[in-house]
C-alpha cells in the first residue's frame, strides 16, 4: 500500500498501511515503517482504531476464507494450464523423436539391402560372364574336336 501522507513513523519515515487478515482483526488497517518491513525499525499502531466486531467481522471473516478458497483454485488451475501444453508438446516431440528413429533405422536396412543388392548383381554379372566364357570354350573345343 502507498505511504499514508502525513503520519510518520517513530524514526521520521512515512509510515505505510497494511490490512491484518487474522481471525480477531479481519480487515483491520495498521500503520507498519515504510523504510523497510520489519528490518531496522518494529514500529506498529492500528490505523483503524475500532476493533471488527458483529456481524461486519463475520462477514469479513466469510470473505476472507472464500477469497482463499478461490485463489488456491485459481492457483491449482493456473499450474494445470501451464502442465497441460508443456505435456502434450513434450508427447508429440517424443513421437517425432522415436518416428525419426524408426525412419532412420529404416533407412539404414534399406542401404544395407541396397547394397547386398548390388552385391549380388555383379556376382550374377561375374557369374553370367564366367558362363559365357566357358560357353565359348566347351563351344571353341567341340568345333575344334569335330574338324
Ligand atoms: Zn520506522
Redesign the pocket.
Known amino acids: 500500500m502507498p505511504p499514508d501522507q502525513g503520519f510518520l513513523?517513530?524514526?521520521?519515515?512515512p509510515?505505510t498501511i497494511r490490512q491484518a487478515w487474522t481471525d480477531a482483526n479481519p480487515g483491520r488497517r495498521f500503520y507498519r515503517?515504510?523504510?523497510a518491513w520489519r528490518s531496522?525499525?518494529d514500529?506498529f499502531q492500528w490505523r483503524d482504531l475500532e476493533k471488527p466486531h458483529g456481524w461486519q467481522k463475520t462477514a469479513l471473516l466469510e470473505a476472507r476464507d472464500v477469497i482463499r478458497a478461490q485463489k488456491e483454485t485459481i492457483k491449482l488451475l493456473q499450474e494445470a494450464a501451464k502442465e497441460e501444453p508443456k505435456t502434450e508438446a513434450d508427447i508429440a516431440k517424443e513421437e517425432g523423436e522415436s518416428s525419426i528413429e524408426k525412419l532412420e533405422k529404416e533407412n539404414i536396412i534399406l542401404r544395407s539391402e541396397l547394397q547386398a543388392s548390388h552385391q549380388a548383381e555383379q556376382t550374377l554379372r561375374h557369374f553370367v560372364l564366367i558362363s559365357w566364357v566357358g560357353f565359348i570354350c566347351v563351344v571353341a573345343t567341340v568345333f575344334h574336336g569335330l574338324r
Open positions: 513513523c517513530d524514526c521520521g519515515k509510515a515503517c515504510g523504510a531496522v525499525c514500529f
